[in-house]
């Protein structure tokens, strides 16, 4: 018997530019108000930019040989974020930080409901400004207690963890930075909704994995409408299928783009997704 079952994509969004994000923190004139807790950072304050390209960031100094607290969250309280569903911190890791130096990146609502996403060092360029995202959306999706619609968010922050480091990384002692602490998409851009039509998405290549495209009714029931893929589990041959291209799609002034998608409950933990870009080249 064939195991199929259907996958739905039911909007994608373009989130953030100059029209679409507030910076809250830039670290121009002081700290912020940024604190630590626990004691593996030993200094935090306003500093120069690494890069240049602003007046100031925010360092955070520590080493790999300490004994006694091997994290630290650098945070701040009681912030506001609007209808904005998504964070973000720029770091800029120096070149050589340990790749086990192991970041996450939290979030506690107003209740002190707790959620994160991690990254090792060895995941972020070295030596310039990138951005790590929350998305508050996707917290409470995964986490039905999490709720950012009852008030500010008791904290915001990226811990710093130095727990899995190797006898060759206990020697390394230096500074990180952060800036920019960003809302992303108060008002976002819906460039492709499915109300109506499948949007002009098609297969990439000839497959024996996503053996249909359609257009379907929502499976929540939230719209009127969602891009639907019939997955064929059983497939043997070319075992995936790049079923969500869509051409010609301006993003100049958005930074981040979002896929909604709604899995079925009997959906393999086994298949894996890559939401891909291409540049014009």
Sequence with gaps: MKKLFMLFCLCVVLLGGNLFSQVIFDFEEDHGGFTTKYDLVTS??????????????????FALNATVDKKSNIYKGNIEPGNAPIITFYVWLPSDLPDSVYFKYFVQDNNWTYADVKWYASAIPKEVWYPLLFNLEQAN???????????????????????????????????IYIDNV????????????????????????TNDLVTAVEHATDPAGASSGALALTIDADATTKMKGNAFQYCNVNALEASVMTMNVWCPTEVPDGIYFKFYVKDNN
């Design 141 to 175: 999706v995964k986490t039905s207690s999490f709720d950012v619609a009852e008030g500010p968010l008791g904290a915001v922050g990226l811990q710093v963890y130095t727990g899995y480091e190797t006898d060759a990384d206990t020697t390394w002692a230096g500074t």
């Design 44 to 61: 935090l304050v306003k500093a120069d930019d690494p890069s240049g390209l602003s007046s100031g960031a925010l360092a955070a100094t």
């Design 182 to 205: 960003t809302l992303i998409g108060a008002y976002p851009t819906v460039i492709s909704d499915f109300e109506t039509d499948i949007d002009s998405y098609e297969l990439h290549a």
